[in-house]
């Protein structure tokens, strides 16, 4: 059964710094893209950040390009994000997703990012 | 630019069919897309992806009540025989190099 777990999400200042961490089980992790997207309260989804298999290719959505970073460990089945300067507008449910080609065949359950002093 | 376009809501009574609508912008109307439903409180989960042709291909364990459609630029999401549990947000998504792009997504009420 394919498993995503992320962890790491908390309450941090503005300014402030991050880790995500993402615990994949279930599949061969070295062979599929990772993703990670959020949510802000009430509002709908929002692609965040790519990686591919071996880190050669990385994108980020604008909003984050120069303060996130994603990364991954294929030896620990583990996918990252470096949250820094965080805002408040930052403040969101933040999944990690599985990419299948080009579309995300499976998310885990998230994690809650609040920035706020 | 890649944009995608939901209606904000959708009703539909209990037991009865709904299809939802996802519109790509002008000179996106080739790009296959996803569907991604999100049930209260919990994080989202893959239906399908949906061709320009109307093929799709559905994940693990998504009942036979979920269908996809497409005509140009619109890809479809059709739901027969609606139970309670189908009420929920949906997504659309799509690709282009280097990014992922959602549809503001439809909330659906099951009456």
Known sequence: EVQLVESGGGLVQPGGSLRLSCAASGFTFISYEMNWVRQAPGKGLEWVSYISYSDRSIYYADSVKGRFTISRDNAKNSLYLQMNSLRAEDTAVYYCARASGSFLDYWGQGALVTVSS | ?111
């Open chain 2, 1 to 111: 630019q890649l944009v995608l376009t939901q209606s904000p809501s959708a009703s539909a009574s209990l037991g009865a069919s709904v299809k939802l609508t996802c519109t790509l912008s002008r000179g996106h109307s080739s790009y296959a897309i996803a569907w991604h439903q999100q049930q209260p409180e919990k994080g989202p989960r893959y239906l399908m992806n949906l061709n320009s042709d109307g093929s799709h291909s559905k994940g693990d364990g998504i009942p036979d009540r979920f269908s996809g459609s497409s005509s140009g630029a619109e890809r479809y999401l059709t739901i027969s025989s609606l139970q309670s549990e189908d009420e929920a947000d949906y997504y659309c998504q799509t690709w282009d190099t280097g990014i992922r792009v959602f549809g503001g997504g439809t909330k659906l009420t099951v009456l």
